[in-house]
């Protein structure tokens, strides 16, 4: 058993450290095509239908995706969707070095591309599973969150500087040098015959669509994983709400430097937790520590909303963007416990599907309600102007100041109330279950 663990980190480390490399290249692409877009369009709106247009995709195939990823080799998965992603990147390349790039292009292949990365997801998460023993499951997301952040903290200097550099086309031809790099990884590594028996078995004669009413069923059936389903969707909505309105609360009373700034200091509050995570691994990833982490991110969200002060958001944004990741892979390594491996790919993408959906409607009505609720409601004379403005400030940006006070008190019910709901604040339990049944099969 010793000499299969040791084989399975072993095989994780490249397949992680090619993905990490990847990453990176796509992050200072989608920089990059973000500045690109806006320097030709002048136009808001186009950089939000692009993002729309890579996340629907993912939002309605994603059941469907997920089962593919289950009935196959989730090493051939990965180097499909690695392949897939890049012949994307290099059709746009094509197109940009000819002169014939326009927006449409880029939603259809942004487009195209989605559909390849909603299969990457559940296909590394699922290899995780595989390669990896149970007790060594929270470092080894740990190690993906920290690939994340690093790439989070360094991609939009790089595209800044590469841009100005070798522009966008050869920010391009980098971007496919390391999907290369990460496909010869994938075509070169092994994994160990117990993960790959595994998939072999999986691929029986039943179609596509009795095997996603089968995991639905088998999700049904478990309370406590539809209620750590649910708890990550609200959360993607509450931090994606809270996302869209960062930028427009701290621009409404300083510089652009500054909000550079405190995404720097965000991000390294990302580094952190995920560093921890590496560290400590499983004594980060217990259901209280999820539901204590929430508590902390609403009371940051929160006191986001409390002052038009700097430092006091730099501060709130450290500690936010450090328990994140233990939130999110708190999550992920519960799920990792307890879904059976042949039904992690459909799992995983139902709670994709749940996310991406949440997520698109907080886009949605977060700009609105900003705009036209919120707002009017603590202008100079506004109808909360005497009441909470005493407390927040009046004018503009505090009606979206306000709205961070209503997300930070939604985030920390949420996590009490999720804490009361006994199915999940007792699904630990049922991962320990899982986890010795695990030992015993293999002993």
Known sequence: MESRTLSGIKTFIPI??????????????????GIWIYQHTASVTDLALTTLATTLPSVILSPVLGTLVDRFDKRWVLFASDLGSGLCTGVMGLLLITGNLEIWHIYLIRGFNSIFITCQVPAYTTAITLL??????????????????????????LGGLLITTIEIQGIILT???????SLIILLFIRFPESATKISKELLEETSIFSDIAFAWNYIKTKPGI?????????????????GVLTVPLVMSFTSATVMGVLMSIGGSGTFLGSLALTIWGDNLTKINYLFMSMLISGLCILVVGLQAKAWLIAAAGFFFFFVTPIISSSIQVMLQKTVQIDLQGRVFA????????LISLAYIISGPLADYVFEPLMDLGGL???????????????GIALMFLVMGGVTMVLATLAYQYPPLRLLENDALRSQDTEILRTE
């Not at 690939?147 to 200097?157: N, R, T």
């Open 132 to 157: 990896v023993p149970k007790d060594q499951l929270a470092r080894a997301n740990g190690l993906v969150q920290l690939g994340s952040s690093i790439a989070q903290l360094i991609s939009p200097l």
């Open 350 to 357: 139902f709670s994709g599907t749940i996310c991406g959906v």
């Open 384 to 398: 909360l102007s005497g009441s909470v403005g005493q407390l927040i400030g009046v004018g503009h940006g505090r």
């Open 16 to 33: 992680w450290f090619g993905k990490f490399v990847s990453t990176i290249g796509s992050g200072i692409t989608g920089f990059a095509l």
């Open 175 to 181: 971007d496919l040098a390391t999907f290369i790099f």
């Open 226 to 242: 539809v209620g750590l389903i649910m708890l990550l969707g609200l959360i993607n909505f509450l931090f994606a709400f809270v």
